[in-house]
């Protein structure tokens, strides 16, 4: 809810601001007046600030939730390995194998080659970005305000879904990108991969002719290849984005009166239904569309041909 | 929206949660879960069996017992059969014995019966010879009357 002193403006802002921590420069105007006499490692007291820090600043929120839900979901699905028994499964080891036999067939069916690493990282994908996302459902004040009051300091910074900042969502994204990469060339070679980039999709077969498509092959093939990764971020973090925003939007309205605060609730429960399946959906696709990536990377040239 | 270390920082994670979970938690798990499924595959193919055995188990049952029961018929009708023979050989025996006992009882009675008759001829012959003497008064030399004596006897 906004403070009295806030305007909706600011309280948007001030929600959609990470915790970020940065150097800034010596003889820096900070937000609240005073300049800094040397470059100081500080957290960033406004957005302006947080951009100043330029890239060598890290968002301490965003890294701390996504590193806690990973290790959260990696304790608990660790511990029901190790509990795991082959006999009759209990209530988290049923739940967790269900889990893991859904990814595990949807990997089998869009993923044909031999890795025993997809599976394993689509079943890590799915469950990570769905904890993220359903930080999206906590209601947009209590974690950042208890934070604020921990911290003591109003002013705190604290957005709670990692997929809602484009560093988490790209950075997966450029991790998945990666792995292609390193994936293509392993499986058809430096040469092969080249290849691939360079003599598709227009091929004559007659050397002096193919000499002149490589160039229109490799733009072509660059910007499909390049387009994977970042439609593959900018998916995820749009649609939390904006489911966040809305949720922000709803909780300005519960201060409206008490007409505003019934309909708030109303809205807030309405979108936080529906936000369960944009969150479940939106892993699901981060999963489904890496694995298929994987495959991409995997598929050889010759079996290219045959597709079509 | 800045673009900054996160990224980075983000991606090297994510890739060492792939890491932790590629290594320690589906290699696990799937292998229970395969396993599972085995034994199951495996239960149910006993359960087939089992039943199969049973049924069979059944059927040799049934063959069995109406086998035994036709061999007790048999053997009761053999038995009936032996016995009805036997009887008949008592029987048989008992007749045997009977007539044999009859034939003698027969033969000592019309033993006795000569017997008599021939002691009753002595005595007659003896008793008419005396009636006679005293009739007669007259010693009858009794070689001299001899054949006439066994004459009179013989017709008695």
Same mark, same amino acid.
Request: glycine share 6%; with cysteine.
């Given at each position: 809810? +906004? #403070?009295?002193?806030? &305007? ?41 600030? +947080? ?39 209990? #209530? /988290? ?36 970005? %769905? ?32 997929? &809602? ?7 997966? +994204? ?23 980039? &360079? ?12 000499? %002149? ?23 995820? /973090? ?24 019934? #309909? ?7 979108? +936080?239904? /529906?936000?369960?399946?944009?969150? &479940?959906?939106?892993? /699901? ?24 | ?5 996160? @990224? ?9 949660? =792939? ?15 395969? $396993?599972?499924?085995?034994? !199951? ?17 059944? *059927? ?21 059969? *032996?016995?009805?023979?036997? =009887? ?6 008992? $007749?045997?014995?009977?007539? *044999? @006992? ?6 000592? !009675? ?9 002691? @009753? *001829?002595?005595? =007659? ?7 006679? $003497?005293?009739? @007669? ?6 070689? =001299? ?12």
């Amino acid at each position: 809810m +906004a #403070g009295e002193a806030q &305007t909706a403006t600011d309280y948007i802002q001030h929600h959609l601001q990470n915790m970020a921590y940065g150097k800034l420069p010596a003889g820096y105007t900070r937000a609240d007046g005073s300049i800094l006499q040397e470059s100081t490692w500080t957290l960033a007291h406004s957005s302006q600030e +947080a951009s100043d820090m330029g890239f060598w600043a890290i968002h301490l929120d965003t890294l701390g939730w996504s590193i806690g839900l990973g290790m959260l979901f990696c304790f608990l699905f660790a511990r029901a390995a190790k509990k795991a028994t082959a006999g009759v499964p209990s #209530g /988290f080891q049923s739940m967790v194998e269900l889990v893991v036999d859904f990814v595990d067939k949807l990997v089998k069916d869009t993923f044909p080659h031999r890795n025993s690493m997809v599976a394993p990282m689509a079943l890590t994908i799915f469950v990570w970005v %769905f904890l993220m996302n359903l930080m999206d459902l906590i209601p947009v004040d209590w974690l950042p305000m208890a934070a604020a009051k921990a911290a003591g300091n109003e002013h705190l910074y604290f957005k709670v879904v990692p997929t &809602t900042d484009l560093n988490a969502t790209l950075g997966m +994204a450029l991790a998945v990108f990666v792995l292609m990469i390193f994936f293509s060339i392993k499986e058809k070679g430096a040469l092969g991969f080249l290849k691939e980039l &360079t003599l598709h999709p227009f091929h004559s077969g007659k050397w002096y002719v193919d000499i %002149f498509l490589i160039p229109f092959n490799f733009l072509l093939e660059a910007v499909s290849l390049l387009a994977k990764p970042v439609s593959l971020g900018l998916r995820l /973090f749009g649609n939390l984005y904006a489911g966040e925003m809305i949720f922000i939007l709803i909780a300005i309205v519960f201060g409206v009166g008490v007409l505003g605060f019934i #309909g708030a609730g109303l809205l807030h429960m309405g979108w +936080a239904i /529906f936000h369960i399946l944009v969150i &479940t959906l939106q892993a /699901f696709v981060f999963m489904v569309l890496t694995t298929v990536y994987m495959a991409m990377a995997h598929n050889r040239e010759d079996e290219h041909e045959n597709d079509h | 929206m800045n673009i900054n270390l996160t @990224l980075i920082g983000q991606s090297i994670t994510f890739l060492a949660f =792939v890491w932790f979970c590629w290594k320690f938690v589906w290699p696990a798990l799937l292998g229970v879960m395969q $396993e599972r499924e085995q034994k !199951i595959a495996t239960g149910l193919e006993e359960a087939e069996r089992a039943s199969k055995d049973l049924e069979l188990a059944q *059927r040799k049952a049934a063959e069995q017992l109406k086998e035994a029961k036709e061999q007790a018929a048999e053997i009761i009708d053999g038995a009936n059969k *032996r016995a009805n023979q036997i =009887v008949d050989e008592a029987k048989q025996a008992a $007749e045997a014995e009977g007539d *044999r @006992l009859k034939a003698a009882a027969k033969a000592e !009675i019309d033993q006795e019966v000569n017997r008599a008759k021939e002691q @009753l *001829r002595s005595r =007659v012959a003896a008793l008419s010879v005396a009636g006679a $003497e005293k009739i @007669l008064s007259v010693n009858i030399d009794a070689k =001299v009357h001899d054949d006439l004596i066994d004459k009179l006897a013989a017709e008695l």
